[in-house]
C-alpha cells in the first residue's frame, strides 16, 4: 500500500488528488487560473479531510516539476518541498512531458512517442520517450526546448520504414509539427489527449515504488538554463 498526494499547479488551474497505489481516491481542481497560490493549501486540506488522513500517514508526496508555467511551477514545488521538510515526506517529482507520454500510452496505446508542447513563440518544449505498464516512462536523450529546426528528432521518427511499433506524436501542437514535415507524414498523432490526475498518480506511483524520489530539493525544470521570459 502506498497513499501519495498529488500536486499539479503546472497548468490553467491548480489540480490536488489523494491516490493509494496509484488510483485516485479524492482530488480538487481550483476554479481560479491565476490563483493557485492561495488555491493549493486549502485544496489539499480538503482533499486530506476527505480521506480522513493526516500528512504524517502518507507515504510520499508527487509534485509537476515542469515544464509548465513557470510562476506556476514555483508554487507547486514550494509547497510540496514545505511538506516535505516539516513531514518528512519523500517527494517524486514528474516531468509534464513525462506525463504526456503516460497518458499517451493510456489512453491511445501509444508505446514510443514524441512529445511537443509550445513555449514561448517560436519555440517548442519535446522529449522522445519509450513506456510500459511496468517501469513507466523512459527518456530516450533529453529533454529539449527550441525552434522546430533546432530540435533533435530521432531518425526512426523521420522514416515510416524505421516507425516503431505503436509510435505516436502527442502534445497540444503535435499536429502542426507533423505537417510542417518534421517528421514521417504517417506517425499518429494525438493533440487532444489531456493528462488527468489519475494518470499523474499512477505514474508517480510507479516511480516511488521503483525509488525515484528526489534525493536533493526538487527544482522547476525549465529545461534549458538561461530563460529570456518569465
Request: glycine share 10%; charged share 20%.
Amino acid at each position: 500500500m502506498s497513499l501519495l498526494l498529488a500536486i499539479d499547479t503546472s497548468g490553467r488551474n491548480c489540480r490536488v488528488g489523494l491516490a493509494d497505489e496509484g488510483r485516485l481516491l479524492v482530488r480538487r481542481i481550483g476554479e481560479n487560473s491565476r490563483q493557485a497560490a492561495q488555491e493549493v493549501l486549502p485544496l489539499i486540506k480538503d482533499v486530506m479531510a476527505e480521506g480522513r488522513l493526516e500528512l504524517r500517514e502518507l507515504d510520499a508526496l508527487a509534485v509537476i516539476s515542469g515544464p509548465g508555467s513557470f510562476t506556476g511551477l514555483r508554487i507547486g514545488i514550494g509547497v510540496a518541498q514545505a511538506l516535505s521538510f516539516t513531514q518528512s515526506i519523500p517527494v517524486v517529482a514528474v516531468s509534464s512531458l513525462a506525463l504526456q507520454a503516460w497518458c499517451g500510452m493510456k489512453q491511445q496505446g501509444v508505446l514510443e512517442c514524441l512529445v511537443f508542447e509550445e513555449a514561448k513563440e517560436p519555440e517548442f518544449y519535446f522529449a522522445h520517450y519509450r513506456c510500459d505498464p511496468v517501469h513507466g516512462t523512459q527518456l530516450l536523450g533529453k529533454e529539449q526546448v527550441g525552434a522546430l529546426e533546432d530540435l533533435q528528432i530521432p531518425a526512426s521518427f523521420t522514416s515510416l520504414s524505421q516507425l516503431p511499433e505503436h509510435a505516436g506524436l502527442l502534445g497540444s501542437v503535435c499536429a502542426t509539427v507533423s505537417a510542417l514535415g518534421q517528421v514521417a507524414g504517417g506517425v499518429p498523432a494525438y493533440p487532444e489527449l489531456i493528462p488527468g490526475l489519475e494518470e499523474f498518480c499512477e505514474l508517480a506511483t510507479i516511480k516511488f515504488h521503483h525509488n525515484e524520489v528526489s534525493k536533493e530539493p526538487v527544482l522547476p525544470n525549465y529545461v534549458k538554463e538561461q530563460m529570456e521570459y518569465s
